[in-house]
């Protein structure tokens, strides 16, 4: 009976689990062991009307209309054929009429991006942004470089390529 | 209510005029050509003291007074100044305040345009040409001097 608890956990084994040896020893206690044959006998038992039940539920269910019920719950509009236009205009103008102050930031963020180059870069042949006030420089040729002294600013012009 | 209505009118409108000096009035100004030397022993000549500690900012060790032009400058006439390796400089006077004159600088080789306001205390230098051969010009321009 003491091999028993050490048979009992490889009786529900599904087939690879036990080692070939194992599972010659597994055969040889259960020959001997009516407890052991009890178990396998209810576990069996178990296991095909679990089988059984499942069967049956499954064929009360009659899935010739599965297809037909899955295209049914897809909105018409949401299936294009391959290669036609995936509806991103018509979810965007969707969503945006459904968010329209996101609609209208998003159509400003760009203008305001380029207004904030055109200020804020420095441009060939516009006056140079200097932090004194009172300087302004410009040069198409020439890199100006403002250097305040408590005279006065020096204003150094190095050639574009850093010379 | 009306008469300070009136009032600040008047007040705004000597604020704004009063300020910017007649067009035909004119300031005197000192134009000064320096040439600055990054070789050659360290110095600035006597009439360039004045600029000294301004100078002193720069890479340039060696300093000589190429020119100096003094001329009383008449609103939008500009000036050439011309500098030693022949290029031109062009000055005008653009406008005054109390204790300020804007100029403009033109320098049509290196298509450089410069618009300075200089107060009546300090001086503005400003290199006029490219370095070549670790030398370079500079002009500065003093009003009222």
Excluded at chain 1, 124 to 147: C, N, R, Y
Excluded at chain 2, 52 to 64: F, I, K, P
Excluded at chain 2, 99 to 120: G, N
Aim: hydrophobic fraction near 45%; aromatic fraction near 6%.
């Amino acid at each position: 009976m003491k091999d028993c608890a050490t048979y009992a956990p490889m009786i529900g084994a599904r087939p690879g689990e036990l080692t070939p040896d194992e599972e010659a020893r597994l055969h040889e206690h259960l020959a001997g062991c009516d407890a052991c044959q009890g178990r396998l006998a209810d576990l069996e038992a178990t296991g095909g009307m679990l089988v059984e039940a499942l069967s049956r539920a499954a064929s009360r269910r009659d899935f010739a209309t599965f297809a037909d019920e899955v295209m049914a719950r897809i909105p018409a509009n949401a299936w294009k054929p391959e290669g036609a236009p995936k509806g991103v205009l018509e979810s965007l103008k969707a969503f945006f009429g459904r968010h329209r102050v996101l609609a209208i930031a998003s159509a400003l963020a760009p203008a305001l991006a380029a207004a904030a180059l055109y200020l804020f870069i420095d441009r060939p042949g516009m006056p140079a942004e200097t932090a004194l006030p009172g300087v302004e420089v410009a040069s198409e040729t020439l890199e100006p470089i403002v250097l305040d002294t408590s005279d006065g600013p020096i204003i150094l012009m190095s050639d574009s390529d850093g010379t | 209510m009306t008469s300070l209505a009136q009032s600040a009118v008047v007040a705004l409108g000597l604020v704004a005029s009063a300020p910017v000096l007649s067009a035909d009035a004119g300031i005197p100004a000192r134009i000064r050509v320096l040439k600055g030397s990054r070789q050659g022993p360290p110095g600035v000549p006597p009439g360039l003291r004045d600029l000294e500690h301004q100078l002193s900012h720069t890479a340039y060790v060696r300093w000589e007074e190429a020119r100096v032009l003094e001329t009383t400058m008449e609103f939008k006439k500009p000036v050439m100044v011309s500098l030693p390796d022949g290029w031109q400089v062009v000055v005008t006077l653009l406008e005054s305040r109390k204790d300020t004159a804007t100029y403009e600088v033109l320098v049509p080789s290196t298509r450089t345009q410069s618009r300075l306001t200089i107060p009546k205390d300090k001086r503005i230098v400003q290199q006029v040409t490219p370095e070549r051969g670790g030398d370079a010009y500079f002009v500065t321009i003093r009003p009222w001097p």
